[in-house]
C-alpha cells in the first residue's frame, strides 16, 4: 500500500500528466449523461408518442450524430473530447517531442479522426453488442429453432463466448489503469493508446490561446461568397455543438436528478417525500355536551326525544335522527347535532329498515 501511494504522489506531482481521478472522472461524464437523456426522451415520447416517438425509437442513432458533432468541434477547436476539456486536459501525439503543441492548433489528421472514430463509433458498437447479445438469449429462451440447427448452434456458441470477451476487454481497461497509476504508461485507456494520442493538461499559453480564438471567431469577416457560405455552416455546426455542451454542461445535474427521481430503486423515498400530510381531526362539541344529547334508547331521535319516524342517518357522523328534525337542524346550522361536524344536505341518507 506505501508503494502504491507512493506511485500516486509521483504520478499526480507532474505538470502535465493528470492523476487517475481527473482521467475516470471525464471518462464517466458522457457515461452519466447517455442514460439521462434517454430517460429524457422516454418520457417525451411517452407523453406525446406522435411527436417523440422517433425520439425513443432512434435514439442511438440520434445521440451518435449529436456525440459526433459535439466532439468533431471540441477536437477541432480544443484538441480535446467535450469532456476532456470540462476537465481542463488536451491531447498530443505521443512522441518525445518536448515542446507541446497549444490546443488551438489541432491535432494531426490521422491522430484526429481516430481519436473521433473511438470516441463516437465504438461507444454505439458495444451498446448495439449489448442489445443484441441481450435479444438473442431472450429469443434463445423462446427459439422455435430445433436443436441441431446450424444458426442455433451458432448463436449459443456466441452467447457462451460473449461474458470471455467482455471480461477481457474490461480487464484489459483494467490492466491500462494500473499501469497508468503505477507510472508503466502514458495512458489511463487503450482507446488512447489506439488513438495515437495522450492526455495532458491545459497550460496557460493553452488558455490564452482558446480564448483568442474564441475572440477572434465572432470579430473575423469574409468577403468571398464561398468563403462565407463555408463560414456559416461552420458558424451553425460549431453553435449547435457550443449549444450542446453549454446545454450539457449546465443540465448534467439536472438529468441525473431525473434519473433519480424515476429509478425504481428510489420510489419509495420519492413516495414519503410526495405524500399529501394527514389533515388534521375536525373540531368536536364538548363530550359531555354532546352525550347528553344522546338518548339512552337507539330508536329515540336525539332531537325530539320521540321515537324516530323517517330514520335519517348523517354520512358525516353517522348517527340516526327524524328525517324532519335533521333537515331542519341541518339547514339552519350546517353542522351535527351531535358531533358539530361540518355538515350540508346532501351528507342526508336515509335508512330502510327491512320491516318497512
Known amino acids: 500500500m506505501a508503494e502504491l501511494g507512493a506511485h500516486l504522489t509521483a504520478a499526480s506531482a507532474g505538470d502535465d500528466r493528470p492523476s487517475i481521478f481527473e482521467a475516470v472522472a471525464q471518462d464517466s461524464l458522457m457515461a452519466a449523461v447517455k442514460p439521462a437523456l434517454q430517460h429524457l426522451a422516454k418520457v417525451l415520447a411517452e407523453s406525446n408518442p406522435g411527436r417523440y416517438g422517433f425520439l425513443w425509437r432512434w435514439f442511438d442513432e440520434v445521440y451518435l450524430l449529436l456525440d459526433l458533432l459535439l466532439q468533431q468541434h471540441y477536437l477541432a477547436r480544443c484538441s480535446a473530447s467535450f469532456s476532456e476539456n470540462f476537465y481542463s486536459l488536451k491531447r498530443i501525439p505521443i512522441g518525445d517531442c518536448r515542446q507541446q503543441p497549444l490546443a488551438t492548433a489541432g491535432l494531426p489528421k490521422r491522430q484526429h479522426w481516430k481519436s473521433l472514430l473511438l470516441l463516437v463509433l465504438a461507444p454505439y458498437l ?149 405524500a399529501l400530510p394527514t389533515p388534521p381531526p375536525p373540531m368536536h362539541l364538548d363530550h359531555e355536551a354532546g352525550s347528553a344529547l344522546l338518548p339512552k334508547l337507539k330508536t329515540v331521535c336525539p332531537l325530539c326525544r320521540k321515537t324516530r319516524v323517517n330514520a335519517t342517518a348523517l354520512s358525516t357522523s353517522s348517527y ?29 341518507v336515509k335508512l330502510y329498515s327491512p320491516e318497512s
Not at 138 to 151: C, K, Q, R
Open 320 to 348: 340516526v335522527f327524524c328525517y324532519r328534525c335533521v333537515y331542519s337542524y341541518v339547514k339552519t346550522h350546517q353542522r351535527c347535532p351531535i358531533t358539530g361536524y361540518a355538515t350540508e344536505l346532501q351528507h342526508l
Open 126 to 274: 458495444k451498446g448495439k453488442l449489448e442489445k443484441l447479445v441481450s435479444s438473442l438469449r431472450e429469443e434463445d429462451e423462446y427459439s422455435i429453432h430445433p436443436p441441431s440447427s446450424s444458426w442455433k448452434r451458432f448463436y449459443r456458441a456466441f452467447l457462451a463466448a460473449y461474458p470471455f470477451v467482455n471480461m477481457t476487454w474490461e480487464g484489459w481497461f483494467l490492466i491500462q489503469q494500473l499501469c497508468y497509476i503505477l507510472g508503466k504508461a502514458q495512458h489511463h485507456s487503450p482507446m488512447l493508446r489506439l488513438a495515437g494520442v495522450r492526455l495532458v493538461r491545459l497550460t496557460a499559453e493553452d488558455i490564452q490561446a482558446l480564448e483568442k480564438t474564441f475572440a477572434g471567431a465572432t470579430s473575423s469577416q469574409t468577403h468571398s461568397i464561398k468563403t462565407q457560405v463555408l463560414s456559416a455552416v461552420r458558424k451553425a455546426l460549431g453553435g449547435i455543438a457550443f449549444s450542446l455542451s453549454t446545454g450539457l454542461s449546465v443540465g448534467v445535474f439536472f438529468l441525473q436528478f431525473l434519473d433519480w427521481w424515476y429509478s425504481s430503486e428510489n420510489q419509495e423515498t420519492i413516495k414519503s417525500l410526495t
